[in-house]
């Protein structure tokens, strides 16, 4: 049995180890810090979190760095996790730094890589963009779209032959037509100038453009010979908007208003089973008949349209394209729980699905969304809708439903293209376009 004497230096040896750990260079306790920032987190007290992240970055420890993670990070509060990235401003090159550029592509949470893509990319440091490069490859694309997006954000020219790598990546996977693919397509676009699909022409256009590039000169489009295959796979049309992503959610508003009919609209230089709406710079002119809504034929009543539309699109899809269709108007409706496959006896459900709409109601837009967001895997989502979201009893605020899904898209990433109707143009059509612009979608107007 050890003597009192052994007992006292075993203890003194053991809280000398603690000291090590804790006390930083500049001889802060860590503990204190992390406590301060406990505290501050609950109470929500926004200020406080950023001075005392801020403090733990200076002090630059990965202990202190790990405490920002499990305290502010992953607190799952969209203001708390501002804050705590503004406080990891003070951060300087070194241990903490590299221990975060490590959790960017290990941490066991998505959530936590998502929010340190962000982070890094508004660091200069060569490890924090190795650490970005090497989420283009994390087996979350809601992480890839964030290490795209930071990407474009540190604006070096550099990136582009991994961009390149990454969507050959894409295309070995079979998943040339997803929106991770386009979105690394359309990054190349804005750092190059050119518009071109498949990998190996992104490869001939990097070598063949180097030196240019690297100087971030853009190139003319009109110059640009072709070396790859030359053969871009035209995506799948809803009301003239492409649809390229793989694994989407249709929303379709059938509330009593979409019983409504609309004069038919001629369209100048394109018919409008291709007219790609509003902000195209595609002209509009309205046909000068001034018929009764009544009088007009059952082919212009939006429901009917929508539906004629969306079963031409579904005879379309091919094999590998996954998707939902969700109904709304006071409730909601789904063809199913989850994303299915677009086979032969999956498109029949969807056209029996679809042949049930009946126009009655109110506007639930907000719990259609919320259906939409709960279907594991949904990468795309599609809405249309010809009004505001309302409902007589529990009102929709719809400034307040914006928050929410920004909030709860943060980590997904979800573009939510939207689609509304002339005839409904207004604060329908603004409550769209902000929702798209948001998410990073594209607002859609039929004629």
């Not at 403090?55 to 993670?69: F, S, Y």
């Not at 283009?136 to 990407?151: H, K, T």
């Not at 000068?288 to 699109?313: G, I, T």
């Not at 980590?411 to 293209?417: A, C, K, S, T, V």
Request: aromatic residues 6%; contains cysteine; proline residues 4%.
């Amino acid at each position: 049995m050890p003597s009192q004497k052994m007992l006292r230096t075993l203890l003194r040896t053991f809280s000398t180890m603690i000291m090590i750990i804790l006390v930083t260079p500049s001889g802060v306790l860590s503990a204190s810090s992390d406590t301060t920032l406990v505290k501050a987190v609950s109470a929500k007290n926004i200020e406080e979190i950023e001075i005392a992240v801020a403090k733990l970055a200076m002090n630059g420890t990965a202990i202190d760095m790990e405490a920002v993670i499990n305290e502010a990070l992953l607190s799952d509060q969209p203001e708390v996790e501002k804050a705590a990235l503004r406080g990891l401003k003070r951060l300087s090159p070194g241990v903490g730094l590299s221990w975060l550029c490590t959790q960017a592509k290990e941490h066991s949470r998505k959530q936590v890589r998502d929010l340190l893509m962000t982070y890094l990319a508004t660091r200069k440091e060569s490890e924090s963009f190795k650490a970005v490069l090497q989420g283009l490859y994390d087996p979350e694309d809601s992480v890839v779209l964030s290490a795209i997006s930071a990407l474009l954000k540190k604006d070096h020219n550099g990136c582009i032959p991994h961009l390149i790598r990454a969507l050959r990546f894409q295309e070995d996977k079979d998943k040339d037509l997803s929106l991770v693919a386009e979105k690394l397509r359309e990054t190349m676009r804005e750092l190059t100038g050119a518009d071109l699909f498949a990998a190996s022409e992104w490869d001939s256009l990097w070598k063949g453009n180097r030196k240019k590039l690297e100087k971030k000169e853009k190139l003319d489009p009109s110059k640009i010979v072709m070396k790859g295959s030359g053969v871009k796979v035209t995506p799948i049309r809803f009301f003239g908007h492409e649809l390229v992503s793989q694994k989407i959610v249709f929303i379709l508003d059938t509330s009593i208003s979409m019983k409504a009919k609309d004069p038919k609209v001629e369209l100048e230089g394109v018919g409008e089973k291709n007219n790609p709406g509003k902000g195209t710079g595609v002209n509009h002119k309205r046909d000068q008949d001034d018929k009764n809504s009544d009088d007009l034929p059952d082919s212009r009543m939006r429901l009917r349209r929508v539906q004629k539309e969306l079963k031409r699109m579904i005879r379309e899809l091919p094999k590998s394209f996954q998707f939902c269709l969700i109904s709304f108007d006071a409730d909601v409706e789904q063809m199913s729980q989850q994303l299915i496959k677009a086979h032969p006896n999956q498109k029949r459900r969807a056209m029996k699905f679809i042949d049930g709409f009946d126009p009655e109601g109110f506007t639930s837009t907000d719990l259609a969304l919320d259906a939409a967001f709960s279907i594991n895997g949904v990468r795309t989502i599609v809405l249309l809708s010809d009004g505001m979201p309302y409902r007589a009893a529990n009102p929709i605020d719809g400034s307040a439903l914006l928050d929410n899904i920004d909030a709860r898209n943060r980590f997904e990433h979800i573009p939510i293209h939207t689609i509304g109707f002339r005839a409904t143009s207004g604060s329908a059509s603004t409550f769209l376009e902000e929702l798209s612009r948001r998410s990073g979608g594209k607002y859609t107007e039929i004629p």
